[in-house]
């Protein structure tokens, strides 16, 4: 595609539900990387993958926050009962680059919202 | 650890004038990257310039370049002649080998007509 993707651009959830985010990078790019962004700050880290191997995880912020990236295309970020903390903005990137130097491009993101 | 402070929460400048928005970070690595990226309110982060650290010639990119002051640790984004479009978010960003990208909190920047 032209560009990354995420979905849904936005999701309410109640506490304690289970929710799913999606992101569809750059066609062919090697690198997908997961941000956190609460309101009015700049992104957080949360986890980076290099094809299908996921290379640090060291930012999420709990054992509720799961990523995934089986074929090394489509990745998916779940979070198990779901906390008003989680609520934020969850920015989805890619790079092309296996020395992970090159710039990453940003998705949409999914404004996520707990009830 | 390193980190990434941005100064200015807020500023407003005319359209076509000249702007500065300062940023330092802290790092003990010698070589990384430096980043301002910026986020309108479709909220799409996009872009604007990179400068590698061990570049000593500042990075320009049409009517945005930087001041790199690397002893200073200071990372400053000029946008010359302001257009209504460059009303955004400005995040700097830091990012070494290890590939994650370090944000500061941003400054919002008006441009008002």
């Known amino acids: 595609g032209a560009g990354v993707s995420q979905s849904p651009r936005y999701k309410v959830a109640k506490r304690g539900q289970d929710v799913a985010l999606r992101c569809d990078p750059i066609s062919g790019h090697v690198s997908l990387f997961w941000y956190q962004q609460a309101l009015g700050q700049g992104p957080e880290f949360l986890t980076y993958?290099?094809?299908?191997?996921?290379?640090?995880k060291s930012g999420l912020p709990s054992d509720r926050f799961f990523a995934e990236r089986p074929e090394g295309s489509v990745s998916t970020l779940k979070i198990q009962r779901t906390q008003q903390e989680d609520s934020a903005v969850y920015l989805c990137?890619?790079?092309?680059?296996?020395?992970?130097?090159?710039?990453?491009?940003f998705g949409p993101g999914t404004r996520l919202t707990v009830l | 650890a390193q980190t990434v402070t941005q100064s200015q929460p807020e500023m407003s400048v005319q359209e076509a004038e000249t702007v500065t928005l300062s940023c330092t970070y802290d790092t003990s690595e010698s070589n990384y990257y430096l980043f301002w990226y910026k986020q309108p309110p479709s909220r799409q982060m996009i872009l604007v310039i990179r400068?590698?650290?061990?570049?000593?010639q500042n990075a320009t990119e049409n009517r945005f370049s930087v001041n790199f002051q690397k002893a200073a640790k200071s990372f400053s984004l000029k946008i010359s002649d302001s257009q209504l479009g460059d009303t955004a978010m400005y995040f700097c960003?830091?990012?070494?080998?290890?590939?994650?990208?370090?944000f500061g909190k941003g400054t919002r920047l008006h441009i008002l007509p």
């Open positions: 993958f290099q094809n299908e191997a996921q290379l640090d």
């Open positions: 990137a890619s790079n092309s680059n296996r020395e992970s130097t090159d710039t990453q491009y």
């Open positions: 400068q590698e650290a061990y570049k000593q």
């Open positions: 960003a830091f990012m070494n080998r290890d590939d994650k990208i370090i």
